[in-house]
């Protein structure tokens, strides 16, 4: 059964799932591989697309373009989960 809103710590997950130097370093480097992206053209601003790391940042993987992808956002939270990231 899921959640009710009232009945999570919103201040607790935030700390724990995002509030981490090594969390905001991660973000930063995705970030800058979509900006990067859509300088390229390859994604634009609400086009559906993500992405994708093909060795996940948190797995040691670079944030160099060898380790982009682009993908549909349903393929990449299919692929973090299938790899135990997400």
């Known amino acids: 059964m899921p959640q009710k809103p009232e009945d999570r710590d919103y201040k607790k997950e935030y700390a724990r799932d995002h509030a981490s130097a090594a969390q905001r370093a991660n973000r930063g480097k995705r970030n800058k591989a ?18 994708h790391h093909k060795t996940a940042l948190s797995n040691g993987g670079g944030n160099n373009s060898d380790n982009w992808q682009v993908v549909s956002r349903a393929r990449n939270r299919r692929q973090a989960r299938k790899n135990g990231t997400a």
């Open 34 to 51: 979509r900006y990067k992206l859509a300088k390229a053209g390859k994604v634009k601003k609400g086009d559906g697309k993500e992405v």
